[in-house]
């Protein structure tokens, strides 16, 4: 079945480091990808997408490119904030079974 | 302003009485789902309407059961809350095309 595996974390970085955080997906025929984020206590956000390959989502200095041949969809910034730090979860969207799956999250802490 | 509500935000209840969550939608979308979070896991789809049809997942506990009698609508019925089932409940909406998925702030159901 359909599958997403982010990279485990905290990731923990000081205030204006890059980041990455990668995610790859194992899926039948064409997904979209999702990166959501989660702040402590409240529902997730949408925070980019993407619907074929080599599109490009980005939101708020968030970028990631969806990668069919790597089957990747890795979230990059080039200079992390504080109020960055949060859970992001990267998921995949196969519209013919009409359900989001998420991988596992990575916590995200920025310090200053 | 928001789109998906979930009421209430927290909610205590006793061991194997039946509690309802609510949610509803001004998106007037066709899927809504119901995922349940478990701390610093990725959320777990429980069930999702389309239209009107609706989808159980196969893992999900027959103590589980929802129902939707409008587009705008959706409940998450636990009939008999175990101390198993305290975790955080988000609700998601979905138009099936673009297929982002759109969370309310989810309910944080405590067993006591």
């Known amino acids: 079945g359909d599958s997403v595996t982010q990279m485990e974390g905290p990731v923990t970085l000081s205030e204006e480091a890059f980041l990455t955080i990668n995610c790859t997906y194992t899926a039948t025929g064409y997904p979209s990808l999702f990166w959501y984020v989660q702040y402590p206590g409240e529902g997730l956000q949408l925070l980019l997408k993407?619907?074929?390959?080599?599109d490009k989502g980005s939101n708020k200095g968030f970028e990631a490119t969806y990668r069919k041949e790597t089957t990747s969809f890795h979230l990059e910034k080039g200079s992390v904030q504080v109020s960055d730090s949060a859970v992001y979860f990267c998921?995949?969207?196969?519209?013919?079974?009409?359900?989001?799956?998420f991988g596992t999250g990575t916590r995200l802490l920025v310090s200053p | 302003d928001a789109m998906v509500i979930q009421n209430p935000r927290y909610q205590v209840t006793q061991f194997g009485k039946p509690v309802t969550l609510s949610c509803s939608q001004t998106?007037?979308?066709?899927?809504m789902y119901w995922y349940q979070q478990k701390s610093s896991q990725a959320p777990k789809l429980l069930f999702h309407y389309y239209d009107k049809d609706f989808n159980n997942e196969a893992d999900t506990p027959d103590n589980f059961q929802s129902r939707r009698p409008n587009t705008s609508f959706c409940f998450l019925d636990i009939r008999s809350p175990g101390l198993g089932d305290a975790a955080m409940y988000l609700c998601?909406?979905?138009?099936?095309?673009?297929?982002?998925?759109?969370f309310g702030q989810g309910t944080r159901l405590t067993v006591v």
């Open positions: 998921a995949l969207l196969n519209t013919g079974f009409q359900k989001l799956v």
């Open positions: 998601a909406t979905s138009r099936e095309t673009s297929g982002a998925a759109f």
């Open positions: 993407a619907t074929k390959a080599d």
């Open positions: 998106l007037n979308h066709n899927v």
